[in-house]
């Protein structure tokens, strides 16, 4: 695929437009790959992983845990305080805000090939989720 945009240079809603729909399938996988099979359940399971307020979450312990990288942690607040012209969903603002930059983050990842570290970032995200269960 022909990149015709420097990544670098592409918004944050955009890249968490990405990163929404990668980390999405790897969680949906995980769930598939546990033996989750039913439909109703995989939605519902997939909401404590995709949520706002799970993204939210997932980021404050990533940055408390100093996992970012200086980079991963300019795209966080690219995307965090990136004008959305969508309303969050079920919950406030800040947490809207803050699982943007997270699905920045991955959408960022992704979009520079950097799988190995797209998937180390999602595995401890799965861990973590499932940790605090």
């Known amino acids: 695929m022909t990149k015709l945009v420097d990544v670098n240079l592409i918004n944050g809603i ?15 996988r995980h ?3 546990q033996g989750q099979t039913k439909p109703n359940q995989l939605h519902r399971l997939a909401t404590r992983y995709v949520s706002a307020k799970a993204q939210a979450t997932l980021i404050t312990a ?4 100093q996992l970012l990288t200086e980079k991963e942690e300019e795209i966080y607040k690219r995307g965090r305080n990136a004008t959305s012209h969508t309303k969050a969903k079920n919950t406030d603002i800040i947490t809207y805000k803050m ?3 997270f699905e920045a983050v991955m959408g960022y990842l992704h979009m520079t090939d950097q799988i190995e570290r797209l ?7 799965i861990a973590k989720v499932e940790e605090d269960k």
């Open 119 to 125: 998937e180390e970032l999602i595995e401890w995200s």
């Open 99 to 101: 699982s943007t930059g």
């Open 31 to 33: 769930l598939i790959f």
């Open 62 to 65: 990533m940055r408390d845990a």
């Open 14 to 28: 955009a890249l968490a437009f990405e990163g929404d729909a990668v980390y999405s399938l790897y969680v949906r």
